[in-house]
């Protein structure tokens, strides 16, 4: 979305990013290439049709709130035609698509739309249930768990990467004139700027890998896709400690994780025989 500008930064800091920080293809492709082929094809298009509404609704598209509406027209059992239901028409033939989930995405493009705002932790962590949660919940269904419990600890692993994301790109975020931080937060700590900043994201960090501890026993209760899983959380969970080692944001940019570590983290979930 473009971000609205004000003479205050701190002020137009307290604006919604207007992403649902659908896991970047660069983060999620190791995992997604570890799926079994025909899951791999299918999660691609879920891809697709995420990372589309996200773009449409962050650029301000005038078919972003239309193809939206289109979405949630579908999830309510009501006929529409965009590449989008088509998408979803296609993946239920083959999955138990929640409408649910597809119903709390929307809500969460909703709110960037008209850039509500965040006032508390308890908001934040609603929004990130929305736009990450649910994704979970998704990814539960089309990776066929059979045990109850796994569907919420899935929503938990999907609010800690939209978490991470969040603390990874605080400095371009703010470049843009934006800040995905709950104002109450930002009250308690001060403004996160470069080197003013590490009181407020340790806070964030421990928020964010208590989400990560609840979210990963769902790993081993998916029947399918769990190795894929386990690799992409391991390496969004590594953003964290990237951030750590690059002193809590002293310097002004992003975390990265360097490619060497990375591979690390691939190699060892590939030899790890307990996921399918």
Not at 110 to 131: F, K, M, N, P, W
Not at 132 to 149: K, N
Not at 173 to 189: N, V, W
Request: proline share 6%; net charge neutral; charged share 30%.
């Amino acid at each position: 979305m473009t971000p609205s500008h004000s003479a205050d930064p701190q002020a137009s800091a307290y604006a919604p990013r207007g992403r649902a920080h659908v896991p970047a293809p660069s983060s999620f492709d190791p995992g997604m290439r570890l799926l079994p082929r025909d899951l791999r094809a299918d999660a691609r298009q879920l891809y697709l049709l995420l990372s589309t509404i996200d773009d449409l609704v962050d650029d301000q598209d005038p078919q972003a709130a239309d193809r939206v509406d289109a979405i949630e027209q579908w999830a309510s059992g009501e006929e529409a035609d965009t590449p989008e239901t088509r998408i979803l028409v296609d993946l239920s033939r083959r999955y138990p698509i929640p409408s649910s989930a597809m119903l709390e995405f929307c809500r969460g493009m909703r709110h960037d739309l008209v850039r509500a705002s965040i006032e508390t932790e308890s908001d934040l962590e609603g929004y990130c249930q929305y736009v990450g949660g649910s994704v979970g919940v998704i990814l539960t269904r089309m990776f066929a768990a059979e045990d109850p419990r796994c569907e919420s600890k899935m929503a938990f692993l999907g609010r800690a990467f939209q978490r991470t994301n969040i603390l990874r790109d605080i400095d371009e975020d703010h470049a843009h004139g934006r800040l995905y931080i709950a104002r109450s937060t930002i009250e308690r700590f001060g403004f996160p700027a470069p080197g003013l900043r590490e009181d407020l994201l340790r806070d964030q960090i421990a928020r964010a890998d208590q989400l990560y501890e609840e979210g990963l026993g769902a790993i081993p209760l998916l029947s399918r896709g769990g190795r894929g899983m386990a690799v992409s959380t391991a390496l969004y969970r590594e953003i964290l400690r990237q951030i750590e080692r690059d002193g809590y944001g002293r310097g002004l940019g992003r975390a990265v994780v360097p490619i060497w570590r990375r591979r690390l983290l691939v190699s060892r979930h590939r030899l790890k025989p307990a996921y399918r």
